[in-house]
């Protein structure tokens, strides 16, 4: 064994002692990986456009000659498309996707008009989710929002349903069906500006009004040429079935009966981001449309690391001396509805998860 490597296997074994940090863990993950790639970012916008354009080819033939029955698969279709190009402004949010951050701004705000998102207003509150991921208490200046589905504690449940009925009640529909927590989470999220840090209003204003004027445009578009019928066809109701994706996807990765939330004096970045969050594994097939999406601890070991290395870490982090901390199942609608049953509300004394009906 060289002396390099000899060193390298050293300091990552006694880094294994101390899973308070990602200092060490971060060592079993080629550099290269940490480094967004030009032409691997092309191939993937490439991709993602194709895979788009067709789905709204399918989505115009069966509007054309009115195949009514066909709609609701042209729409999943539309609606798994539309998760393709969320995915790929994702990485732009993270400047992880170009090596030019001007670029993956651009990309990013063009990127989340089909889901419908203001991009500076999702990419500072998804930030704020990296930085505290399952703190059930944040002390701190930075924005925080929950949208990790870090559940209620039993107190501030029986608080808010005693104080704001309303939102208690949105609460726990959110929990038994996950899509419409998405949907809420979007508008009450990312479309309030005063919700933000002062330095940061400006660039979410900026992109609430680019989002409004793609919206706008489409929509006198649609009326232009056809009907407000067209509008939503072709618009509004796959960015709806593209919410079904993405609480599937979040949910699954921050939500598991064996998943801990932490109180602030026991949290740390090991037991956050590799301890408690989940890779849900997909078909690969599903996995490729929706650029690995599926696979979630590298990107919260680093969110450096864009989509198309995820993959690549996943296999260096299961092969190294931290592979018994990687939290994984395959995806089953099952296992799914089990924790959509059973994941509501935490209980701060023992430690889990409990239903809604336990207290």
């Given amino acids: 064994m060289s002396i390099t490597l000899e060193k390298n296997f050293n ?56 195949l009514y029955w066909a709609w609701p698969f042209a729409y999943f279709l539309a609606g798994t498309a539309v998760t393709s190009l969320f995915v790929l402004g994702h990485d732009c949010g993270h400047q992880s996707f170009f090596k030019n951050n001007k670029l993956n701004d651009i990309l990013g705000h063009l990127f989340f008009i089909t889901p419908m998102y203001p991009y500076y207003g999702w990419k500072f509150s998804h930030n704020a989710h990296h930085k505290y991921t399952n703190k059930l208490v944040v002390n701190s200046n930075d924005i925080y929002y929950d949208n990790a589905w870090i559940p209620l504690t039993i107190d501030r449940y029986k608080e808010l349903k005693k104080n704001n009925s309303f939102f208690a009640f949105l609460y726990k529909l959110s929990r038994y069906f996950p899509p419409i927590g998405s949907f809420f989470h979007n508008i009450i999220t990312h479309f309030v500006p005063s919700k933000f840090n002062e330095s940061q209003r400006k660039k979410v204003i900026l992109s609430q009004i680019m989002l409004a004027i793609s919206i706008v445009s489409i929509f006198l578009i649609s009326i232009y040429y056809d009907s407000i019928y067209a509008f939503f066809h072709f618009y509004i109701i796959p960015a709806l079935f593209f919410q079904f994706w993405m609480s599937i996807y979040t949910y699954q990765h921050h939500t598991s009966e064996d998943m ?28 490729f449309l929706h650029f690995n999406i599926d696979i979630h601890t590298p990107h919260h070991l680093s969110t450096a690391i864009p989509s198309y290395y995820l993959r690549n870490a996943y296999k260096q982090l299961k092969n190294s001396v931290y592979k018994d901390d990687i939290l994984e199942n395959k995806f089953s609608i099952k296992y799914y509805l089990n924790q959509v049953n059973s994941c509501h509300i935490w209980d701060e004394v023992n430690n889990k998860y409990k239903k809604f009906g336990d207290i």
Avoid: C, H
């Fill in 260 to 287: 801990k939330f932490y109180k602030e004096d026991d949290w740390n970045p090991y037991k956050a981001q590799i301890s408690s969050t989940y890779n849900s594994l997909f078909p690969r097939w599903l996995s």
């Fill in 11 to 66: 300091e990552i074994e006694n880094n294994k002692l101390d899973k308070s940090t990602l200092e060490g863990i971060r060592k079993v993950i080629s550099k290269e990986y940490f480094k967004p790639n030009s032409g691997l970012a092309l191939f993937y916008t490439f991709s993602g456009m194709a895979f788009y354009l067709f789905s709204i080819l399918i989505l115009a033939y069966t509007y054309i000659n009115n």
